[in-house]
């Protein structure tokens, strides 16, 4: 398996910000995830974000993405209508065995954070040679 879906309590905290607004824990970012031949990507939206603010680390297996979004209206204005939320947005992803996070390339484009993750060497698949026949059989005398 390439990757591991985690927090389970993000659905319970969808309905909670339609039911009472914000929740207080950091807002998670859409993400998409597939694998094209031997990489492995994840997409993130992260519409407005300004890309020095976007942190990465992996630690063991697991990736830490933390992005934060500034509220654009400056101090004093009158704000009359404020839908986008702002403020800090991460996600963690449990990447398996079979990815390379030593070599993780990482791109910001048009609001949407790439990351590359190659499948690692040792997961890749690969052809066995068979021997056989008679010139591989090693002669016994006694």
Do not use: C, W
């Not at 790439?114 to 010139?135: C, F, H, M, N, W």
């Amino acid at each position: 398996m390439m990757l591991m879906r985690t927090d389970p309590f993000r659905e319970f905290d969808r309905l909670a910000q339609q039911v009472f607004g914000s929740t207080g824990r950091p807002a998670a970012m859409a993400m998409d995830a597939y694998r094209a031949g031997d990489d492995f990507l994840v997409h993130f939206d992260l519409p407005g974000i300004d890309p020095e603010t976007i942190e990465l680390d992996v630690e063991r297996n697991v990736l830490n993405v933390r992005a934060e979004r500034r509220n654009p209206a400056p101090e004093g204005a009158e704000v009359l209508v404020a839908e986008r939320p702002t403020g800090s947005f991460t996600r963690q992803l449990f990447l398996g065995d079979t990815l390379d996070t030593e070599r993780i390339d990482a791109s910001y484009e048009a609001g949407v954070l790439t990351l590359r993750i190659p499948v690692a060497e040792q997961a890749k698949p690969r052809r066995i040679q068979i021997s056989g026949g008679r010139d591989d059989r090693k002669q016994i005398s006694g």
